[in-house]
């Protein structure tokens, strides 16, 4: 396989192209801009180690000294954990990263843009973007890239600081189809519930295999985005989070904070609100959509032998 030189996959990563081995690729910014360290750093490790244990390989994706790297050493990963002022790597922040020469996280927009292109079809995430409540043009290039990217998405929602109905309107208008993975409810990130429907419900990685052959054998273009429920144990009910949301979003208002700041205020705040039961939450389930994700990489690549 040939690659743009701009990409640098891992040795790893590169061999396990070649041998059609499972991959599920993972953002950065959830290191870089979503959790404090040392959390951020057990993180990574542990959604990694959670991969290779189903048997496949995970792919985590940054920029490192303006190189767009698919796939880290340990040492990378507790650089990136690390970083002084990363930058937040979304689509149009690729070649500001390359021309600075500068470290950061890739959201999910812009994992789905360097893990498509070398291949890569899993890709795990915790929550991702969308219409932001209250702010007339915040939406996040996260949909776009979910309407324009054929990969499976494995998310616990979107997140619950955005307005999501209207990012579920949004994603239909684009034609992305939203998977609930046992479920036919759209899951709200922090808890099982948001009384809103998902496309599909679909009970097996298998059969969400199955779905996104269908849906690409088409000539459709979209990720298929999995919606996967934060396990009962650790999600907080829909009742105890909406008065905190409302309150840290309203003290971003006053503060004016906007734009890529945004979500990164929230969530820290979020955190702070709850005693860092709502962090607690976010690992659990970024843990759960790696696992999952994992399963599917293994069905797909059993199909494929
Ligand atoms: N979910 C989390 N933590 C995060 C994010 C999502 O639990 O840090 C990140 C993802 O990388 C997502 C990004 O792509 O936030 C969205 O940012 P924005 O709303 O600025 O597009
Ligand atoms: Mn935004």
Redo the contacts with the bound molecule.
Sequence with gaps: MSFNPLFCPSTEISHALQMNTSLVAL?S??IT??LPYPQNLQLARDMEAEIRHEGATPATIALLDGKIRIGLTDEELARLSQAASPLKV?RRDFATAIVKKASGGT???GTLFAAHNVGIKVFA?????GVHKESSFDI???LQALAETPMIVVCAGA?AILDLPATLEYLETMGVPVVGYQTSEFPAFYSRESGLNVSVRLDSPQEIVDFARAHWSLGMRSAVLVANPVPMTDAIPKSEMEPLIAKASAEAQAKKIHG?A???FL?KRISELTEEKSMRT?LALLLNNALLAAQIAKAMAANQK
Excluded: F, R, W, Y
């Design positions: 953002e910014t959830v801009h979503g979304s959201t999910v927009a995430t915790g929550g991702i973007g996040s290039t996260d997140k890529q945004l979500t990164p969530l976010n």
